[in-house]
Structures are given as C-alpha cells and as structure tokens.
C-alpha cells in the first residue's frame, strides 16, 4: 500500500498562486499513475489533473488548463499541483490519490484506490 499526505494549502487572494504537494511513502511511488481531485462543500469531489508514472501522459480538467501544472518527482516519492492565477471558485479541499492499475489515466474517483487526507485551498475575492 501507498500512504499519501498533501500539504501546500492555504488562504490566498484571486489572481495569486499555490503549489500543493503530495508525499508517498509505503510502496515504489513510480508504481503509480497519480492525480489530484478537489471537492467544496455541498458538492461532488471533481477531477482536477493526472499523471503517469513516466510523466510521458498529463490529463487536465477544463477548469484547470491553462492555469493548473500536475508534475511529479519519483525521486523524492512527491506529486505536485501548480496553481496560478487562482479563483473563487477554487476553493475546495485538494486530494491527491494513487491508482496502481496503470491502464489508462482515469478522471473518476473510483478508479483510484488510494486517497490522501487533503488539504484545504481557500481563494479570497
């Protein structure tokens, strides 16, 4: 199994920037494709962005291109989410989760088996 913690998270004004991070450890981090979901209240957790274990393959959300940037690091087991230019209606708890099928890049949660605790991004109008 793979243990997952994001951190990054906070309170920021719109138009500004956060980077999250997502730590593993437990099991090979490259063993896993790896995305980021986020969720605000009262509503569904929404896929985010993607991202291969080579980094060969990134899948983004509407929302997020252009502004958003999925990266990861295998050597230091840590995923990463640039966001720039950031909006009201980013605010949501980011999750980060892990799938160690390695089909195919997947924008459902269900098919990731593995889920951080999350960490909270607060955009300020």
């Known amino acids: 199994q793979v243990q997952l913690i994001e951190s990054g998270g906070g309170l920021v004004q719109a138009g500004g920037s956060l980077r999250l991070s997502c730590a593993a450890s437990?099991?090979?981090?490259?063993?896993?494709?790896m995305a980021w979901f986020r969720q605000a209240p009262g509503k569904e957790r929404e896929f985010v962005a993607a991202?291969?274990?080579?980094?060969?393959?990134?899948l983004y959300a509407d929302s997020a291109k252009g502004r958003f940037t999925i990266s990861r690091d295998n050597a230091k087991n840590t995923m990463y989410l640039q966001m720039n230019r950031l909006k009201p209606e980013d605010t949501a708890v980011y999750y980060c989760?892990?799938?160690?099928?390695?089909?195919?890049?997947?924008?459902?949660?269900?098919?990731?088996?593995?889920w951080g605790q999350g960490t909270q991004v607060t955009v300020s109008s």
């Open positions: 991202i291969n274990t080579g980094s060969s393959n990134k």
């Open positions: 437990g099991r090979t981090f490259s063993d896993y494709d």
């Open positions: 989760a892990a799938d160690s099928n390695r089909l195919v890049l997947w924008r459902t949660p269900q098919h990731y088996g593995y």
